[in-house]
């Protein structure tokens, strides 16, 4: 493979958040590549101490936007939200497992022309003062033993994927030893 045409670099140098998307659904084909990118994911020791809540109904799309009061609105409009969860009783290192999972789950979407972007809850509150977390584990109903890391919003891209200007490279950064 040429490295200049390598597409994982073309991927990645591609690659943004997107918050904005239509209206078009995600179909259930392309739903199902997803599901099987977080299933590939690695995990420590091979646990995959993970739980995916896949949301595509609006309603619940909505309450789930609401659940911290910044950075998640846009979650309302999405076609699709993917809730991930990680179980501290499977394992210690349930957080790399989901993070790493979301991001393959972030470079899946958007290798299939879809955008996404990552919506915190691990760490976040709500606007009452309780936990994110709790707000979202009472609207899917989900056991006290899962923790919600966050949710990532996935939809097409109502823009245009052009970045305003490139990221920084920060090479700083990087220290390589000779
Ligand atoms: C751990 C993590 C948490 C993030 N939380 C949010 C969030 O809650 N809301 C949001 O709009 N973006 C969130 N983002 C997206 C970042 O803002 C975004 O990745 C960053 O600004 C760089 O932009 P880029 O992804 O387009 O390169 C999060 C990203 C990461 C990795």
Request: aromatic share 6%; proline share 7%; charged share 25%.
């Amino acid at each position: 493979m040429k490295r200049k045409n390598n597409p994982l670099m073309a991927l990645l140098r591609e690659r943004q958040s997107i918050r904005s998307y239509t209206d078009k659904p995600v179909d259930p084909g392309t739903i199902d590549l997803l599901k099987e990118a977080l299933l590939l994911s690695p995990s420590s020791r091979g646990i995959r101490p993970w739980r995916f809540v896949f949301v595509d109904d609006r309603d619940l799309l909505g309450e789930l936007s609401r659940v911290k009061p910044h950075g998640g609105a846009f979650l309302a409009k999405a076609p699709l939200g993917v809730v991930v969860c990680g179980s501290s009783d499977e394992s210690d290192v349930w957080i790399e497992d989901c993070s790493i999972a979301s991001t393959i789950l972030h470079l899946t979407a958007h290798s299939l022309g879809l955008g996404s972007c990552w919506i915190q809850i691990r760490q976040r509150k709500h606007e009452s003062g309780v936990s994110a977390e709790s707000v979202v584990r009472d609207l899917l109903d989900l056991p006290e033993s899962l923790h919600v890391l966050a949710i990532i919003a996935v939809g097409y891209p109502a823009g245009p994927l052009e970045r305003a200007k490139p990221p920084e490279m920060e090479f700083g950064k990087i220290v390589h030893t000779r």
